[in-house]
């Protein structure tokens, strides 16, 4: 019943900048937590940036100074500037959002994008 969907990624210079986003769509009652995460290849997926619906971040300590996240309530979006990339920013990003349905607007679940490649290579 909800879809999220990530755009953005791409190949990008050591230095260079990439911003991604990430629309839900569907019967959403409301988003609570929004946040991305990041998987490179022979490692744990880990939170890169999370944003709270009051608009609290928090981010891992590899990319602070560096990447932002936001988010547009009114959309249902959610965005990662990424600044300064680094070859070792290199993963597949996912985005995630918690989210009540109108058909069950007293439970909420996490749900997951389908992730989008960010690679930083010269």
């Known amino acids: 019943q909800v879809q999220l969907v990530e755009s953005g990624g791409g190949l990008v210079q050591p230095g260079g900048s990439l911003r991604l986003s990430c629309a839900a769509s569907?019967?959403?009652?409301?988003?609570?937590?929004m946040g991305w995460y990041r998987q490179a290849p022979g490692k744990q997926r880990e939170l890169v940036a999370a944003?709270?619906?009051?608009?609290?971040?928090n981010y891992a300590d590899s990319v602070k100074g560096r990447f932002t996240i936001s988010r547009d309530n009114a959309r249902y979006t959610v965005y990662l500037q990424m600044n300064s990339l680094k070859p070792e920013d290199t993963a597949v990003y996912y985005c995630n959002a918690e989210i009540a349905l109108q058909s069950s607007r007293w439970r909420t679940r996490d749900y997951w994008g389908q992730g989008t490649q960010v690679t930083v290579s010269s």
């Open positions: 569907g019967s959403i009652f409301s988003i609570s937590d």
């Open positions: 944003i709270t619906s009051g608009g609290r971040t």
